[in-house]
């Protein structure tokens, strides 16, 4: 059987927990506490293929943290800054400063057409090609399978089609994981990704105060027209039929505490019969 752990480096949505200058409880208890509280932005590695996927304004912070010893290939999921602006972490992890003629790291990364599309327009191209002249990185612009540590990797373009999630097929066994980083909206699952061993998925907004079901987001507001919510994640969920299900991209505006998110958990296992855990910083699932 082919090795396989998830690591959660950032648990994270668009905004970090803390957020700097926010005085609220939330970010209070996450600078004098630090994890569980504290989360870094959404990005994973996956032990096995060893890929790294998504680079968010934490990615250095969370890649030395982590101590990665081998980076076999980075992914992206999609353009937006919370996912790709720490993208100089390639730099400052492979380039050689020390010694001329200098011996830097040369970390492949594997991108989608429909996300280079993306990358070219928004200007992230550029910073690629800056560090591929200098050595620190290779892009393949391609949506081919990529075999590596025994594992299968392709990527699936989501109902958002700029975005992809990514299906890991075990290549000496019947194993799969499916990883989508965020924008789940309008996204009906496909047959193909259905009953996987382990789904990590965005959590979803709380329009609706998943407890007392009091209504937290008016319904007028233009963001339930773009992200998809809590319940319709669920929806997501009960489809796609995961042996267990890990939710990230945690928000700290929803200034929900780990014990809420512990509480919400037990009552998914216990309403649904869902293996079903929270994410949270430096989190390791073992396949
Ligand atoms: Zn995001
Ligand atoms: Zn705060």
Redesign the pocket.
Known sequence: MAHLAVEILGSG??VRTPRPGCTCDLCANARQIGIPWART??SIFVHGPNVLI?T?EDSCYQVDRANLPNIAAGLY??W?P??TSGRRMWETRNADFRHWPPHSTNTPIYIAPNVWRDFEQMGIAEAFRYKEARGYVTVHVSDAPLDLGGWRITAHALAETYVNAFLLEELDGSRRVLIA???LFGWTPPAALCGVDLAVL?KGLFDVHPFSGQRLIPIEHPILRSEATWEQTLAMVDRLAPARTVFM?IEEPESFTPDDYGQLAAQLRTKRGWDVTFAYDTLVIEL
């Open positions: 949505g668009a932005g959404p998504d968010p999921s999609h937006h919370d996912h980083m965020d924008e965005p991209h």
